[in-house]
């Protein structure tokens, strides 16, 4: 039988974790600790697998079934709902790490040895006061041309019009380095 918003709500923490079953393979865990989470399970190539679906109260009945839903859809067209998100999980870290700012940190530091210590942290504050901020979170292969031209422009608002044209260097430094890089 499925379950119900109530017969969730009245699930007590027992000794030892037990499942409350609902259709298409999807069940609740209730753990000693009074959690209760979502959880799916399948079956791929023959072998049995299990993913979750979220927290009850966070994910609740029907959106925990609209996920499962979601999932079953993956596995109609031979797709592992468990690899796709281990493939989307990379992906973001592979991103995260080609950030425009992971990207001109690394170009800084292998340019470190070819400038003098002060010149060296005069690069690293204007990109951090000036770049950073603006773009550095985007991914490196995502930044544009009108975005870097936008945050120029800004800075030339301010009244710094040789800072400008060093940062505008460092930013051609760092995507060239990004080239070279394969990012």
């Not at 959880?39 to 959106?63: A, H, N, Q, T």
């Not at 773009?135 to 608002?157: C, F, Q, Y």
């Not at 505008?168 to 380095?177: A, K, N, V």
Request: with cysteine.
């Amino acid at each position: 039988m499925p379950l119900t918003d109530i017969s969730i709500r009245k699930a007590t923490p027992r000794d030892k974790p037990y499942k409350l079953a609902d259709a298409g393979g999807m069940f609740l865990l209730v753990s000693p600790n009074g959690s209760k989470l979502w959880r799916l399970k399948y079956r791929v190539e023959g072998r049995e697998k299990l993913i979750s679906l979220g927290k009850y109260p966070e994910i609740g009945l029907r959106d925990a079934r609209l996920r499962r839903d979601e999932a079953r859809q993956q596995l109609a067209h031979f797709i592992d709902p468990s690899a796709k998100r281990k493939a989307e999980k990379a992906a973001t870290a592979v991103k995260n790490t080609n950030s425009f700012e992971m990207v001109g940190r690394e170009w800084h530091a292998t340019k470190l040895n070819e400038w003098t210590a002060g010149h060296g942290a005069k690069i690293l504050s204007r990109l951090e006061t000036n770049v950073f901020p603006e773009i550095g979170k985007r991914s490196v292969s995502d930044v544009t041309a009108p975005e870097l031209l936008a945050m120029l422009k800004k800075m030339e608002a301010r009244g710094i019009f040789d800072a400008t044209r060093r940062v505008q260097q460092y930013c051609s430094q760092i995507l060239r380095y990004a080239i070279q890089t394969g990012r």
